[in-house]
């Protein structure tokens, strides 16, 4: 059975080996696991703080969050009573048994999250999304379609204005860890002291992006295809109309997060696609996606820069 229920979450399971767990909290992918064909013994590919909480009280630390509508602290009107990454990671999706495809190259669910009672008391604009988790034997795609559910018999019909991301917590060694292509584009650091500079941009002039030191990077305009290496293994991540990247990992700071693992920044570096700089604005009756397909790289594919 490649699709397994269970009380919190689903399984998915491949043929060869990978597989994959999904929350319903929050539709948080947990696991992913995958072999390459130099190592056939299927490998966890994402991190989960061992202090990350499950159960629902708060958002997972690790894994896959989907975060919707907003993209750090809200800034937009339509969000003034959201908290930070708005929603999405924090309410409980649907499932209702069907499975997307089931064959030889994968299996695939859809999740489901409409207005709730408690999202309506925060969160005035009509909405429905789709997450469509596919999982292959060397792959895992994440798919968030979002539909605004205003029709012209609201009124006045009103436009859904929002920004999303797919925040990947990439199983890696981050003294070791290495992003490309990144080079020559403009990114927003927030890791600055003051507004100012946060909102100043600066120019990326690293052939391959490290996170050796406190690093929380947002990149503008980005390639949509980014590949995450390290000695003897990486990823490589695709994204379809995400048309920026974040790259976080907060080092020695992470012992401020209450529910990250001592030393748990060492294991992972998190590459986001998302559209976080502006909003995304869709009309009544109007359907938007956005796509990641995340691949382990299968040869040695490492630049030599550090």
Known sequence: MPVHQLQDRLILTHPKGASAEILFYGATVVSWKSATSRDPHPTERLFVSSKALLDGSKPVRGGIPVVFPCFGAPTHPD???LSQHGFAR????????ATVMDNEAGVSVRLTLA???RIKAVYSSLFHLNYVVTLAEHQLSTD????NTSTSKDFPPKPLEF???LHNYIRAPSD????VPLKGLHYYDKTEPTEQARATPKVETRAGVDVRTYTDSVYENAPGKYEVTWPGGGIEIKATHFKDVVIWNPQEEGH?????EDGGWEKYICVEPGYVRGFIQLEPGKKWVGQQVISVIQDERRMNTL
Do not use: C, N, R
């Open 163 to 165: 920004q999303a991301l």
């Open 144 to 147: 968030l379609h979002v539909e």
């Open 90 to 97: 924090s309410e409980v999706w649907s499932w209702y048994g």
């Open 176 to 179: 070791q860890v290495l992003v």
């Open 79 to 81: 969000h003034s009573k």
């Open 115 to 117: 207005p709730t009672d």
């Open 256 to 260: 401020k997060i209450g529910d990250m």
